[in-house]
């Protein structure tokens, strides 16, 4: 579990469960729109379901939270693109 302030996002492992993930991120969201570590989580679980479409929205969302964690997700889309 990761605790920003008074929001927190149970992670339930992606693979098994990306529905449940997504809807968490969601709400932590919904709950405190400029929480980035929602944006990069949801980005992360796009990657991992091959929609890269919805995880650059994150990406491009990311850039104007938090320059550190859109980088990240920047990376990981490029790995998978390089990989897939």
């Given at each position: 579990?990761?605790?920003?302030?008074?929001?927190?996002?149970?992670?339930?492992?992606?693979?098994?469960?990306?529905?449940d993930a997504?809807?968490?991120?969601?709400q932590?969201i919904?709950?405190?729109?400029?929480?980035?570590e929602?944006?990069?989580?949801?980005?992360?679980?796009?990657?991992?379901?091959?929609?890269?479409?919805?995880?650059?929205?994150?990406?491009?969302i990311?850039?104007?939270?938090?320059?550190?964690?859109?980088?990240?997700l920047f990376?990981?889309?490029?790995?998978?693109l390089?990989?897939?």
């Amino acid at each position: 579990m990761t605790t920003n302030a008074s929001v927190s996002v149970v992670r339930p492992p992606v693979w098994r469960y990306p529905e449940d993930a997504i809807q968490a991120c969601q709400q932590a969201i919904e709950l405190k729109p400029d929480y980035a570590e929602a944006y990069f989580e949801l980005g992360i679980i796009y990657v991992a379901l091959k929609d890269l479409k919805l995880a650059r929205e994150q990406y491009n969302i990311l850039k104007t939270l938090d320059e550190n964690l859109a980088k990240k997700l920047f990376d990981v889309i490029q790995h998978y693109l390089q990989n897939k």
